[in-house]
């Protein structure tokens, strides 16, 4: 159930869960995808969209290399390097048909944002697209994201969430363009929780196509663009906390979706 409301049972359970926890109060571990795109020379592949804003776009034939890496010849960056950290996530892969293909690869770049732990996440959020007949039927996402939506509770970032018509996706649900991927919500819960180092800590729902995925737990999804194949949704966690205290995060969300 969804709800950021609860009745007084439930905020008295959580009082009694601070008091039983004692000195234990560590945040939940993060492991993040630790998402990467590095042009030839090594260095990080910067915003080249739209002047001022961070989105980043490669396009190009792609050599699967590994689980965890995709190299993109762009014609104007050349070969660029697309990583994560698959051997901290087994059960997450590029898919194999990426191989061989034209795709395109969107990520947002943000310098400054470091998963709770404080371990860098230069790229926050990542899409990847087969090109087919000039149109893009994506087929991995990948979000690790430390933002929240400004009310407390973690946010989806860009690219990921909404369209993007600067990347060529269309706000039309019946347009071709519109992004054949399954969209994903963060939705609070009171359901689990713990004591974390500046409070309670809850760990919180992801929507992803109207489908409730704790922490965990991995489902089949669609998109609200109909399509013939399903995807798989993963949520890694997603968690926010009552309390606050400097150099620590107030809210987390990570999960990944793949066909």
Known sequence: ????????????????????????????????????????????????????????????????????????????????????????????????????????????????????????????????????????????????????DGFGLGAIPRPLFPPEPTLGDSLDLADPAFPDHPLFEVAASHARFEAGACGLVYHDVVVASAVDLQAGEEDTVFPLKPAPDPWTALHVDSWHRTGSCPGRAKTWTQWAAWR
Do not use: K, W
């Open 1 to 148: 159930m969804r709800s950021s409301r609860r009745p007084l049972a439930a905020a008295l359970a959580a009082l009694a869960a601070l008091a039983l926890a004692g000195c234990h109060r560590a945040d939940p571990t993060v492991v993040p995808f630790a998402i990467r795109l590095a042009g030839p020379s090594g260095a990080p592949v910067l915003p080249n969209v739209t002047e001022g804003d961070p989105l980043v776009r490669v396009e190009g034939p792609a050599i699967l290399a590994g689980r965890g890496e995709l190299r993109v010849t762009d014609a104007v960056l050349g070969e660029v390097t697309v990583t994560f950290d698959a051997a901290a996530h087994p059960d997450v892969a590029f898919p194999a048909r990426l191989d061989g293909q034209q795709v395109r690869v969107h990520a947002l770049h943000d310098p400054q944002a470091v998963a709770p732990g404080g371990a860098p996440i230069p790229y926050p959020a990542l899409r990847v697209a087969l090109e087919v007949s000039g149109s893009s039927r994506y087929q991995i996402l990948l979000c690790d994201s430390p933002y929240d």
